[in-house]
T-cell receptor, first 113, second 113 residues
């Protein structure tokens, strides 16, 4: 099983619908992140959490919300999806130690029509 | 504001030729530096990382990178590329201040026979 699992892997939804992307990890890491990837823009940070009681906005948090249900689970919600939220979304985890890299899920391809 | 710059959006290299991908960062102090690779349809895999010490670091798949403090650069190199190296490459940094993992916009590498 993958260390960082994202569900669903692919999703098509309609404008205005609420949608939740889920991420779970078995690595025991404290820190979790949500990024979106768009062609030519790289990965941009949406939200990050350094522990269960800590939630921080990233550079593009508008239109998104998150919930850290447990150390192992970090979900991303789009309250009212819009077409420009069509993107590839990645969840990542890292330990508290700065000198250890982040580990990524396989991504969720979201299309808003 | 902190930033990571990858000036080359797309690079084409002949198989067997050498490769250098550029990465520059703007931070007050030396951040932790990473290179990740994303093969088509896949998540991100760590190639190598730099925290301190020897400024030339070796990674997986024959890649290396050199940290140059005077140029605020962390360029990725490979002496002889293989067709399987075709992918997108991302430079990333963790800044001591806020400890966010920030990515560059990526460089897409195409390999020609």
């Amino acid at each position: 099983d993958a260390d960082v699992t994202q569900t669903p892997r692919n999703r098509i939804t309609k404008t205005g619908k609420r949608i939740m992307l889920e991420c779970s990890q078995t690595k025991g890491h404290d820190r979790m992140y949500w990024y979106r990837q768009d062609p030519g823009l790289g990965l941009r940070l949406i939200y990050y959490s350094f522990d269960v009681k800590d939630i921080n906005k990233g550079e593009i948090s508008d239109g998104y919300s998150v919930s850290r249900q447990a150390q192992a689970k970090f979900s991303l919600s789009l309250e009212s999806a819009i077409p420009n939220q069509t993107a590839l979304y990645f969840c990542a985890t890292s330990p508290r130690d700065r000198d250890t890299e982040a580990f990524f899920g396989q991504g969720t391809r979201l299309t808003v029509v | 504001a902190q930033s990571v710059t990858q000036p080359d959006i797309h690079i084409t290299v002949s198989e067997g030729a050498s490769l250098e991908l550029r990465c520059n960062y703007s931070y007050g102090a030396t951040p932790y530096l990473f290179w990740y690779v994303q093969s088509p349809g896949q998540g991100l895999q760590l190639l190598l990382k730099y925290f301190s010490g020897d400024t030339l670091v070796q990674g997986i798949k024959g890649f290396e990178a050199e940290f140059k403090r005077s140029q605020s650069s962390f360029n990725l190199r490979k002496p002889s590329v293989h067709w399987s190296d075709a992918a997108e490459y991302f430079c990333a940094v963790v800044n001591f201040g806020n400890e966010k993992l920030t990515f560059g916009t990526g460089t897409r590498l195409t390999i020609i026979p």
